[in-house]
């Protein structure tokens, strides 16, 4: 039997953060946004886990941002589902 397995890139908006300030790169108050990039393992096309991810504070203006760790990032979250 043949198994079909490989990965997929994904990318998800978390929403707001509770972080207003000027942003250093293009110099708009901004809210910054919350991202969160990564890459699932697939079964038959299908998502089963997630492998890896990294997340991410980012002006909504620009686009500048860093990385940050997934629990530092929860506890800046409007809508934190933690
Ligand atoms: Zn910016």
């Not at 990318?11 to 946004?33: A, P, R, S, W």
């Not at 997630?50 to 929860?74: F, N, Q």
Request: hydrophobic letters at 35%; charged letters at 20%; a positive charge.
């Amino acid at each position: 039997m043949l198994i079909v397995w490989g990965s997929k890139g994904f990318e998800k908006n978390l929403g707001d953060t509770i972080i207003q300030h000027e942003c250093g790169n293009c110099n708009n108050h901004v809210t910054m946004q919350g991202k969160e990039l990564g890459r699932k393992f697939t079964l038959f096309w299908i998502p089963i886990f997630t492998m890896s991810s990294s997340h991410y504070l980012l002006c909504p203006v620009c686009g500048a941002g860093k990385e940050l760790s997934k629990r530092m990032l929860a506890t800046y979250m409007v809508n934190s589902e933690d």
